[in-house]
């Protein structure tokens, strides 16, 4: 993590406002633009010389096979997206292009996402109209140059689907050193207990392997989809959880967004896995520690980190 508690990649800012601003109209199927192209490729994506109709429209135009979205879990998804009005259109992000997806975490989208992505299936492309009153309001959205009269436009290619509940599945690893933290068995959709033990805490980075997953090794610059939990050392108190928050993180490893110690310990480490990380000062929230999480200058952190996908 950065030196703040995690937040959502700048890449995927535009897919993800925490704007939840009124309910979804009931919509239709009238997208009223043409989409071609294959999943998993860059679409070709037409728009009418007429402005776009007041109407929220969800349309899939691919069939998935995979698992469905639910409200509370994270979608991984290509996607590109538009901004359209009697101006005409221009588009504003484009995850092909990176060669990296998006994260969507369902529940904090704007409305008209929420409903494009409910009951979206891995493997899926769904395109969505979202006119103003579901998406940024009458106000727009200036940092993501979204005027107050603009409709949004989005096709996206559902890749993978994290369920709330989701914990590493892997073979699970004997743990025991003193110096170190316990840690609770691994329970579907209940954080791990950390104990800390009554030590001194080590001046290193700490990394071990509770879980052995069986997945690819993870790479510098992926999008990594984690669950994870908290907790200081002085007094095992937690001050961050995924569990809590309702849905599973993500972020992108190895190019500064997170901490210096996560960057270190998660790349190479192997999908399915969960790994226990005791974090100095120095490799976390540093000397001016992060007041509005409680967490001083001085403090070493312990994290239980569930590694669910890397794309």
């Known amino acids: ?28 199927d009238d997208v009223e633009v043409a989409v071609k192209g294959s999943f998993g490729v860059r679409p070709d994506v037409a728009f009418p010389k007429e402005p776009p109709g007041g109407e929220l429209a969800v349309k899939t135009v691919v069939d998935g096979k995979g698992a469905r979205a639910r409200k509370g879990d994270l979608v991984v998804a290509d996607y590109v997206g538009y901004r359209w ?20 975490p369902t529940g904090r989208l704007v409305p008209g996402l929420e409903k494009a992505l409910e ?53 699970p690893q004997p743990l025991d050193d003193p ?23 080590p001046r290193g980075l700490q990394v071990r392997t509770l879980v052995q997953g069986e997945g690819e090794a993870v790479r510098k610059g992926e999008l990594l989809a984690l669950q994870y939990v908290g907790a200081f050392w002085r007094d095992g108190r937690v001050f961050d959880s995924s569990w809590k928050s309702g849905r599973p993180y993500a972020a992108t490893i190895g190019t500064g967004q997170v901490m ?52």
């Open 1 to 28: 993590m950065r030196r703040r508690l995690p937040v959502l990649p700048a890449a995927v800012a535009l897919a993800a406002p925490l704007l939840l601003a009124g309910a979804c109209s009931s919509g239709s």
């Open 85 to 104: 009005s009697k101006d005409g259109s221009k588009l504003l992000a484009n995850s092909f292009i990176a060669g990296r997806p998006g994260a969507f």
């Open 119 to 171: 009951g979206a299936r891995v493997g899926g492309r769904v395109v969505a109209k979202i006119p103003p009153g579901d998406g940024y309001g009458d106000k727009g959205a200036t940092q993501h140059q979204v005027g107050a009269g603009d409709t949004l436009v989005y096709v996206l290619d559902v890749r993978a689907v994290y369920a709330r509940t989701a914990v590493a599945k892997g073979r």
């Open 179 to 201: 110096r170190l933290p316990r840690v609770g068995p691994v329970e579907e959709g209940k954080a791990p207990v950390v104990t800390v033990p009554r030590v001194a805490a």
């Open 260 to 311: 210096k110690g996560w960057d270190q310990a998660l790349v190479g480490q192997r999908v399915g896995s969960r790994l226990l990380l005791v974090v100095p000062p120095s490799l976390g929230y540093a000397a001016k520690g992060l007041a509005q999480a409680g967490i001083k200058g001085d403090d070493t952190l312990v994290f239980v980190v569930d590694v669910l996908g890397a794309h």
